[in-house]
């Protein structure tokens, strides 16, 4: 398997514009979490599915901010519209959620809102 | 809802010697404790957990213990080595609804191993 891949892994785009990251989970997991790396907030949880159902989004900043899983396989988290404080690393990562488990990081992707 | 703390939040060590690194968590119900490494422009991974009917773990170089009572948990690693730098988090999960684990992190170390 070739881990958890997500899509872009940089994006560079205006204020204003949307923008869409995607991700595939590893095979046969059933847990997605997407989460935004800045220097200043860390390590910070938007959003976490389980069996392609929103569990908690409590983390999601604002209603700019969705988050989908279409499949079991596949989620995507849509910035609309993008401000530049939205700049940060997004990472997705997948986990097989029987219990407190790994979970897989995705290489992430670098935004950017000029 | 579970809140993390990591201290410190940068640590220089000298090869060879020790470093420690302590998290405390809020809620007493997280019942697992994950730490990853995230190496400069790289994606977090896991080098070692502890689950709450575990006082201490160690896997050659890296010890991690766990105080349930106090909640804090330490990462203790050994003989640091230049490829040891990165940054390490700590986080705390629960079974949260759906049955999965809403996985919480600290802040971060930043850990700097001087030749």
């Known amino acids: 398997d070739a881990g958890v891949i997500q899509s872009p892994r940089h994006e560079v785009t205006e204020m204003g514009q949307e923008v869409t990251l995607r991700c595939k989970l590893i095979s046969g997991h059933n847990s997605l979490f997407w989460y935004r790396q800045t220097m200043m907030r860390g390590l910070e949880l938007l959003i976490y599915?389980?069996?392609?159902?929103?569990?908690?989004d409590s983390g999601m900043p604002e209603d700019r901010f969705s988050a989908k899983m279409p499949n079991a396989s596949f989620s995507t988290l849509k910035i609309q519209p993008s401000e530049p404080r939205d700049s940060a690393v997004y990472f997705c990562?997948?986990?097989?959620?029987?219990?407190?488990?790994?979970?897989?990081f995705g290489q992430g992707t670098r935004l950017t809102v000029v | 809802g579970e809140n993390v703390e990591q201290h410190p939040s940068t640590l220089s060590v000298q090869e060879g010697d020790s470093a420690v690194i302590k998290c405390t968590y809020s809620d007493s119900a997280s019942n697992y404790f994950p730490w990853y490494k995230q190496e400069l422009g790289k994606r977090p991974q896991l080098i070692i957990d502890?689950?709450?009917?575990?006082g201490e773990k160690k896997d050659q170089r890296i010890a991690v213990t766990l105080n349930k009572t106090a909640k804090h948990f330490s990462l203790h690693i050994t003989e640091t080595q230049p490829e040891d730098s990165a940054v390490y988090f700590c986080a705390a999960s629960k079974k949260g609804g759906g049955a999965t684990n809403k996985l919480i992190f600290g802040t971060g170390t930043l850990l700097a191993v001087q030749p």
């Open positions: 599915f389980n069996n392609n159902v929103p569990i908690d």
């Open positions: 502890i689950r709450s009917n575990v």
């Open positions: 990562a997948s986990s097989l959620g029987q219990g407190p488990t790994e979970a897989f």
